[in-house]
């Protein structure tokens, strides 16, 4: 390779690139296997009795209550949300926190915010979910502003 240096830099990114790959795959393997069952978990969210247009729902394992293990996080789009098994809840007491906006774009000091105007304050209540996957609906009342 001494006569075509431009092909030793060419092996170099290519060597480079697959340990780099290698690593990213196993440690995506790994963080898997690893930890707590997760489970999917899919629902609707409304508000005064209207889909959410958009915002959050949070899964925060109640401490308290004795449950540990790692939060969840979803975006709620037209009224639906949806977890992934791998990034699922971990099942059992949680804390559900929501929040909710009206999807329609508003200009604030010169950005543009896509979710909106808040329609409440963050909701947020306890709640024991299953430890398999489920659909979970939410009713946030009107009083929650």
Known sequence: MSGFPF??????????????????????????????????????????????????????????????????????????YRTSGSKGIIGGAMVVEISGSDGIPVELNGETMESGTELFSAYRMELELPEQSAQQDFEIPKHSN
């Open 7 to 80: 092909m030793k830099n060419h092996f170099l990114s290519l060597a480079g690139a697959s340990v780099l790959l290698t690593g990213l795959l196993t440690g995506c393997s790994s963080q898997t296997s690893e930890g707590p069952e997760r489970y999917a978990l899919s629902g609707h969210v409304k508000y005064d009795g209207k889909p959410v247009p958009r915002g959050t729902i949070s899964f925060t394992p109640d401490n308290a209550k004795g449950n540990h293990g790692p939060a969840t996080l979803a975006i709620i789009q037209d009224g639906e």
